[in-house]
């Protein structure tokens, strides 16, 4: 009989939150008790789970007595103060921020690609990584194991949802004032500051996040970092240019690859075929290809537009793409746990 947990959801109202229940519902996981915890405006509020009306709690250190597993998906400032509190309890913390994927002691996982690494987690804490980092991991992955890997660089089509509820719901509404002909008001994208916003409806913006010193923005740096750590290759030549589109669910990303030994499209496509968690849709005679749109509510990870590179024959692109908020945040975080419980690891 499958272990039963006591499960913890910080951030149940959020974009990944909401999916993370989906999640745990359709694929059955065991749960023998769940509470949902959120700041003190939240507690109080009335959510539905799997049939039942349970109330969200305000998260604090003692919230985490007896759990089993915590779902962290409320931004990192609260997992900053509230993960290490609920390790130290007891629990096993899947973080779906930023805050703890650089650090040395909490591994940084995506399971089709180091799930290995569960068997050491010395703060109690695991990362979930970035999500445009996640579906370009898997996709390589089994490409580097049969071919090795030099060098990623990758471009993204990032769709607004990776920004949050607020930026859904201003991309429907500057569509609608286009539409009307009124002006068009921007307040999220391209950053939730101060700094200038520009319109997302009928363009792109290519920042996302903050600048770093070097010109990269933080999204890019996360890729760069996540992908080299992911990987167990810090040799790895990695450079990422991250882009939001107009787009509701759904990152696709233009990725070139440079291989240790030659290899032909066939390879690719046979290596890819048999891999956990990819799907191929390269069928160039049909205009076959992964599109955001038939990605979205989508568990698998779409790869397409495999091409060999004119001048390097170690060189390829491909075109992968990916519902953000489930293999990208609320899937991976579940597919770690159910890891772990299957390696006896809980």
């Not at 995506?110 to 799930?115: A, D, H, L, S």
């Not at 290899?263 to 005679?285: E, M, N, R, S, W």
Request: aromatic content about 6%; charged content about 20%.
């Amino acid at each position: 009989m499958t272990k039963q947990l006591i499960v913890a959801v910080v951030g149940a109202t959020g974009a990944v939150g909401s999916k993370l229940m989906e999640k745990l519902i359709e694929r059955k996981f065991p749960i023998k008790h769940i509470k949902f915890l959120a700041s003190a405006r939240s507690a109080g509020k009335a959510i539905e789970f799997n049939g039942q009306t349970y109330t969200i709690e305000e998260a604090t250190p003692e919230s985490f007595e007896g759990v089993n597993i915590a779902l962290f998906s409320a931004g990192g400032s609260v997992s900053e103060k509230l993960a290490p509190e609920a390790a130290k309890r007891g629990a096993i913390v899947i973080d779906n921020t930023s805050h703890f994927r650089m650090d040395p002691e909490v591994p940084l996982v995506v399971p089709e690609v180091n799930r290995h690494v569960l068997k050491n987690i010395p703060k109690g804490i695991i990362a979930n990584p970035n999500c445009s980092t996640i579906q370009m991991v898997a996709a390589l992955q089994p490409i580097r194991e049969k071919f090795g890997l030099t060098k990623v660089v990758v471009s993204t089509y990032q769709a607004v949802s990776g920004s949050g509820v607020a930026a859904i719901d201003e991309l429907r509404e500057q569509s609608t004032q286009w539409e009307a002909g009124k002006n068009v008001e921007a307040n999220v994208l391209p950053v939730k500051s101060d700094a200038k916003h520009y319109p997302i409806a009928r363009n792109v913006i290519p920042q996302i996040d903050k600048f770093t010193n070097n010109g990269f923005t933080y999204e890019e740096m996360k890729m760069i970092n996540e992908t080299k750590k992911i990987m167990e290759a810090p040799e790895l030549s990695v450079a990422a240019t991250c882009v939001r589109v107009p787009v509701v669910s759904g990152h696709s990303e233009s990725v070139y690859i440079e291989l240790e030994q030659e290899a032909t499209v066939q390879d690719i496509f046979a290596t890819l075929q048999d891999a956990p968690g990819i799907v191929l849709q390269d069928d160039i005679t049909q205009q076959v290809y992964p599109m955001p749109l038939f990605a979205e509510n989508e568990e698998p990870i779409f790869v397409g537009r495999i091409r060999q590179d004119l001048d390097n024959k170690k060189g390829f692109h491909l075109w992968i793409v990916a519902d953000n908020l489930l293999k990208g945040a609320a899937l991976n975080s579940i597919q770690i746990a159910e890891a772990m419980l299957e390696d006896n690891l809980l």
